[in-house]
């Protein structure tokens, strides 16, 4: 079955580093994602990675990948008050269609 | 540039009214469309998807329905609302043979 968990809050002061992570169960995952959510708003499609990558790096966003364990994290790091929002992972399975986890609150102090 | 669209973006029904929302794509043909629900404090729940014109698949047994009219139009649809739909209702499309799959604004359905 498909089952991705996330924890629920994460705060951090602004300039450190932000790590959100998350476990899946499905091990035909072919492809992982990082959505974003602010207040009021659609999902921001932020990036993802194919399943036999192990890293994908982007500007401040760091994605990492471990199949064996089945644990995505995303890493933003120099964390800014913006940054402030719902991060959601994703894992696209059997008919391309997405698996979300709940979400993990994220907040940004100063 | 491809868009999407939703409109309303907020409503508020009485129970046992009918419902209509909808959602249009530009810039895109022939792309895979989703109507996903949030509710308050919750992941997404995908409610359907369509991968062509008339050709809707539904993933939860419910009050819903959903239609594809053309290409690029998705409506969902209730003949008579329930207070459990009340929720955060988001459109999105994927292009065919591509993996990036993109949300609209949403809707925010308050049932009464």
């Known amino acids: 079955g498909e089952d991705v968990e996330q924890s629920l809050f994460l705060s951090v002061r602004e300039g450190d580093s932000s790590v959100i992570n998350c476990t899946y169960t499905?091990?035909?995952?072919?492809?992982l994602y990082w959505y974003k959510q602010e207040p009021g708003a659609g999902l921001q499609l932020l990036t993802y990675i194919f399943s036999n990558m192990d890293m994908k790096q982007d500007q401040r966003l760091t994605v990492l990948l471990n199949k064996k364990d089945k644990h995505l994290s995303l890493r933003i790091a120099d964390t800014q008050t913006g940054d402030s929002a719902i991060y959601f992972c994703a894992e696209s399975t059997v008919d391309d269609k997405l698996t979300f986890g709940t979400g993990t609150r994220l907040a940004v102090r100063p | 540039s491809q868009t999407i669209h939703q409109w309303p973006a907020t409503l508020v029904q009485p129970v046992g009214s009918p419902l209509s929302l909808e959602c249009t794509v530009e810039?895109?043909?022939?792309?895979?469309l989703y109507w996903y629900r949030q509710a308050a404090g919750r992941g997404l729940q995908l409610l359907f998807y369509s991968v062509g014109i008339g050709q809707i698949s539904s993933e939860v047994p419910q009050n819903l329905s959903a239609s594809r009219p053309q290409d690029r139009q998705f409506i969902l649809s209730s003949k008579k609302l329930l207070l459990s739909d009340s929720g955060f209702y988001l459109c999105a499309w994927r292009e065919q043979n591509k993996y990036e799959q993109y949300f609209g604004p949403g809707t925010r359905l308050t049932v009464t």
């Open positions: 499905d091990s035909s995952s072919t492809y």
């Open positions: 810039g895109t043909s022939n792309p895979n």
